[in-house]
Protein backbone atom coordinates (compact mmCIF):
# COMPACT_ATOMS: atom_id res chain seq x y z
CA UNK A 1 0.00 0.00 0.00
CA UNK A 2 1.41 3.30 -1.44
CA UNK A 3 1.29 6.74 0.64
CA UNK A 4 -1.46 7.82 -1.32
CA UNK A 5 -3.84 5.12 -1.01
CA UNK A 6 -2.97 5.07 2.54
CA UNK A 7 -3.95 8.43 3.09
CA UNK A 8 -7.32 8.14 0.92
CA UNK A 9 -7.75 4.58 3.03
CA UNK A 10 -7.30 6.86 6.12
CA UNK A 11 -10.16 9.34 4.87
CA UNK A 12 -12.19 6.51 3.90
CA UNK A 13 -12.28 4.78 7.21
CA UNK A 14 -12.89 8.18 8.99
CA UNK A 15 -15.99 8.89 7.27
CA UNK A 16 -17.41 5.01 7.92
CA UNK A 17 -16.19 5.61 11.63
CA UNK A 18 -17.89 8.34 12.02
CA UNK A 19 -21.42 6.75 11.58
CA UNK A 20 -20.48 3.94 13.74
CA UNK A 21 -17.66 4.55 16.50
CA UNK A 22 -16.56 7.98 17.40
CA UNK A 23 -13.52 6.56 19.23
CA UNK A 24 -12.03 5.22 16.33
CA UNK A 25 -13.10 8.00 13.84
CA UNK A 26 -11.29 10.33 16.82
CA UNK A 27 -8.27 8.30 16.83
CA UNK A 28 -8.01 8.02 12.85
CA UNK A 29 -8.15 11.74 13.14
CA UNK A 30 -5.37 12.37 15.06
CA UNK A 31 -3.43 9.92 12.50
CA UNK A 32 -4.57 11.56 9.67
CA UNK A 33 -3.38 15.06 10.89
CA UNK A 34 -0.37 13.56 11.94
CA UNK A 35 0.72 12.65 8.29
CA UNK A 36 -1.32 14.62 5.99
CA UNK A 37 1.16 17.42 5.40
CA UNK A 38 4.22 14.82 5.07
CA UNK A 39 4.71 14.99 1.24
CA UNK A 40 3.59 11.42 -0.82
CA UNK A 41 7.22 10.45 -1.55
CA UNK A 42 9.01 11.34 2.20
CA UNK A 43 6.29 9.78 3.75
CA UNK A 44 7.12 6.16 1.93
CA UNK A 45 10.67 6.67 2.83
CA UNK A 46 9.70 6.07 6.59
CA UNK A 47 9.30 2.87 6.92
CA UNK A 48 8.35 1.96 10.37
CA UNK A 49 5.44 5.04 9.91
CA UNK A 50 4.40 2.92 6.83
CA UNK A 51 4.21 -0.37 8.71
CA UNK A 52 2.09 1.21 11.80
CA UNK A 53 -0.09 2.75 9.18
CA UNK A 54 -0.75 -0.19 7.45
CA UNK A 55 -1.85 -1.96 10.87
CA UNK A 56 -3.53 0.62 11.69
CA UNK A 57 -5.79 0.63 8.47
CA UNK A 58 -5.92 -3.26 8.99
CA UNK A 59 -7.30 -3.29 12.63
CA UNK A 60 -9.64 -0.44 11.54
CA UNK A 61 -10.87 -2.29 8.86
CA UNK A 62 -11.75 -5.33 10.88
CA UNK A 63 -13.12 -3.54 14.08
CA UNK A 64 -15.48 -1.64 11.70
CA UNK A 65 -16.49 -4.91 10.38
CA UNK A 66 -17.28 -6.17 13.94
CA UNK A 67 -19.28 -3.12 14.92
CA UNK A 68 -21.31 -3.72 11.85
CA UNK A 69 -22.95 -6.74 12.79
CA UNK A 70 -26.26 -6.38 14.63
CA UNK A 71 -26.56 -9.34 16.81
CA UNK A 72 -24.23 -10.64 19.83
CA UNK A 73 -24.16 -14.13 18.36
CA UNK A 74 -23.18 -12.30 14.84
CA UNK A 75 -20.25 -10.52 16.93
CA UNK A 76 -19.06 -13.84 18.62
CA UNK A 77 -19.61 -15.95 15.63
CA UNK A 78 -16.90 -13.11 14.01
CA UNK A 79 -14.28 -13.77 17.23
CA UNK A 80 -14.52 -17.56 16.68
CA UNK A 81 -12.90 -17.52 13.62
CA UNK A 82 -10.25 -15.67 15.37
CA UNK A 83 -7.56 -17.18 17.51
CA UNK A 84 -7.35 -16.50 20.79
CA UNK A 85 -4.74 -13.85 20.56
CA UNK A 86 -6.18 -12.22 17.69
CA UNK A 87 -9.70 -12.10 19.65
CA UNK A 88 -7.56 -10.48 22.78
CA UNK A 89 -5.94 -8.05 20.51
CA UNK A 90 -9.87 -7.06 19.00
CA UNK A 91 -11.84 -7.88 21.59
CA UNK A 92 -9.77 -5.89 25.01
CA UNK A 93 -6.28 -4.19 24.24
CA UNK A 94 -7.66 -2.40 20.74
CA UNK A 95 -10.96 -1.41 22.12
CA UNK A 96 -8.99 -0.06 25.01
CA UNK A 97 -6.69 1.74 22.96
CA UNK A 98 -9.56 3.75 21.13
CA UNK A 99 -11.37 4.52 24.20
CA UNK A 100 -9.05 5.25 26.28
CA UNK A 101 -6.58 8.44 26.58
CA UNK A 102 -3.04 6.98 25.50
CA UNK A 103 -0.26 9.07 27.27
CA UNK A 104 2.30 7.69 25.21
CA UNK A 105 0.97 8.28 21.72
CA UNK A 106 2.58 11.32 21.00
CA UNK A 107 5.64 10.69 22.22
CA UNK A 108 6.39 7.50 19.95
CA UNK A 109 4.61 9.11 17.17
CA UNK A 110 7.17 12.05 17.09
CA UNK A 111 10.00 8.76 17.24
CA UNK A 112 8.62 7.13 14.05
CA UNK A 113 8.47 10.03 12.11
CA UNK A 114 11.56 11.86 13.27
CA UNK A 115 13.02 7.76 12.50
CA UNK A 116 14.39 7.59 16.07
CA UNK A 117 12.45 4.16 16.60
CA UNK A 118 14.35 0.60 15.43
CA UNK A 119 13.26 -2.88 15.89
CA UNK A 120 16.88 -4.22 17.38
CA UNK A 121 15.10 -7.82 18.47
CA UNK A 122 13.35 -7.72 15.16
CA UNK A 123 14.85 -11.13 13.87
CA UNK A 124 15.02 -12.18 17.08
CA UNK A 125 11.34 -12.23 17.38
CA UNK A 126 10.66 -13.60 14.52
CA UNK A 127 12.43 -16.39 15.65
CA UNK A 128 10.92 -17.09 18.87
CA UNK A 129 7.40 -16.53 16.68
CA UNK A 130 8.33 -18.95 14.55
CA UNK A 131 9.16 -21.57 17.22
CA UNK A 132 5.85 -20.54 18.88
CA UNK A 133 4.56 -21.18 15.56
CA UNK A 134 5.71 -24.56 14.71
CA UNK A 135 4.51 -25.46 18.12
CA UNK A 136 0.67 -24.86 17.66
CA UNK A 137 1.05 -21.35 20.03
CA UNK A 138 -0.40 -18.31 17.88
CA UNK A 139 1.11 -14.93 18.29
CA UNK A 140 -0.07 -11.34 17.85
CA UNK A 141 2.66 -8.22 17.09
CA UNK A 142 1.40 -5.13 17.46
CA UNK A 143 3.03 -1.22 17.06
CA UNK A 144 0.27 0.27 19.48
CA UNK A 145 1.25 -3.06 21.59
CA UNK A 146 4.67 -2.54 21.51
CA UNK A 147 4.91 1.44 22.16
CA UNK A 148 2.12 1.61 24.39
CA UNK A 149 1.48 -1.40 26.30
CA UNK A 150 5.23 -2.54 27.12
CA UNK A 151 4.42 -5.67 24.90
CA UNK A 152 6.62 -7.37 22.35
CA UNK A 153 3.99 -9.90 21.29
CA UNK A 154 0.94 -11.67 22.90
CA UNK A 155 0.84 -15.52 22.83
CA UNK A 156 -1.44 -18.70 23.15
CA UNK A 157 -0.37 -22.13 23.55
CA UNK A 158 -2.73 -24.96 24.33
CA UNK A 159 -5.34 -23.60 27.17
CA UNK A 160 -6.09 -20.55 24.06
CA UNK A 161 -5.26 -18.59 27.09
CA UNK A 162 -3.42 -14.86 25.61
CA UNK A 163 -0.41 -13.61 27.87
CA UNK A 164 1.32 -10.33 27.20
CA UNK A 165 5.25 -10.62 26.72
CA UNK A 166 8.24 -8.09 27.17
CA UNK A 167 11.40 -8.93 26.19
CA UNK A 168 14.47 -7.71 27.40
CA UNK A 169 18.37 -8.79 27.16
CA UNK A 170 19.24 -6.55 29.64
CA UNK A 171 20.83 -8.47 33.01
CA UNK A 172 18.24 -8.48 35.94
CA UNK A 173 20.26 -6.19 37.82
CA UNK A 174 19.69 -3.42 35.00
CA UNK A 175 16.08 -4.66 34.03
CA UNK A 176 14.61 -3.62 37.52
CA UNK A 177 13.64 0.03 36.44
CA UNK A 178 12.27 -1.64 32.99
CA UNK A 179 10.33 -4.21 34.55
CA UNK A 180 8.94 -1.92 36.95
CA UNK A 181 7.90 0.87 34.49
CA UNK A 182 6.43 -2.51 32.44
CA UNK A 183 4.11 -3.40 35.07
CA UNK A 184 2.90 -0.27 35.55
CA UNK A 185 2.04 0.31 31.80
CA UNK A 186 0.14 -2.83 32.15
CA UNK A 187 -2.01 -2.10 34.67
CA UNK A 188 -2.48 1.39 33.49
CA UNK A 189 -3.90 -0.68 30.18
CA UNK A 190 -5.80 -3.51 32.84
CA UNK A 191 -4.08 -6.23 31.50
CA UNK A 192 -4.87 -9.20 33.96
CA UNK A 193 -1.34 -10.94 33.54
CA UNK A 194 1.81 -10.44 32.12
CA UNK A 195 5.20 -11.89 31.33
CA UNK A 196 8.69 -9.88 32.17
CA UNK A 197 10.77 -12.13 30.25
CA UNK A 198 15.26 -11.11 30.53
CA UNK A 199 17.46 -13.62 28.61
CA UNK A 200 20.78 -14.04 28.01
CA UNK A 201 21.94 -14.29 24.43
CA UNK A 202 25.01 -15.98 24.93
CA UNK A 203 22.92 -19.16 26.47
CA UNK A 204 23.15 -21.96 23.95
CA UNK A 205 19.62 -23.00 22.61
CA UNK A 206 17.61 -19.59 24.51
CA UNK A 207 15.44 -19.01 21.72
CA UNK A 208 14.00 -22.81 22.54
CA UNK A 209 14.50 -21.41 25.81
CA UNK A 210 12.55 -18.63 25.41
CA UNK A 211 9.76 -20.77 23.65
CA UNK A 212 9.51 -22.67 26.35
CA UNK A 213 8.83 -20.15 28.94
CA UNK A 214 6.06 -18.25 27.31
CA UNK A 215 3.87 -21.25 26.41
CA UNK A 216 4.04 -22.73 29.42
CA UNK A 217 3.03 -19.35 31.17
CA UNK A 218 0.51 -18.42 28.27
CA UNK A 219 -1.32 -21.83 30.05
CA UNK A 220 -0.50 -21.77 33.65
CA UNK A 221 -0.07 -18.09 35.02
CA UNK A 222 -2.61 -17.02 37.04
CA UNK A 223 -4.91 -13.87 36.40
CA UNK A 224 -3.66 -10.33 38.21
CA UNK A 225 -0.01 -11.93 38.41
CA UNK A 226 3.18 -10.48 36.42
CA UNK A 227 5.68 -12.61 36.16
CA UNK A 228 9.24 -11.04 36.03
CA UNK A 229 11.50 -14.07 35.00
CA UNK A 230 15.30 -14.15 34.17
CA UNK A 231 17.35 -16.83 32.73
Sequence with gaps: MQSQEIKERLTSLIE??????????KRLEEIYHWIKNVKLGSLTAKRFVILFLQQMISDSQIWLDIQALTSQEEQ??????????????????FSKWLSENDPKFYIWKRKLMAEEFSQQDATLIDSITSTIKFRGGTIVQRY?????????IIVS????????????SLSNEFSIGKS?????TLRFWEIERGLFLSYNPGTSNFV?????IILYNSDNLKASVYLKFHF
Excluded: F, H
Aim: charged share 25%.
Design 16 to 25: EASAVDPNLE
Design 76 to 93: QAYYGEMTATEKYWYGEL
Design 144 to 152: VADLSMATD
Design 157 to 168: SRQEKALCIQLT
Design 180 to 184: DNWET
Design 208 to 212: NQIAN
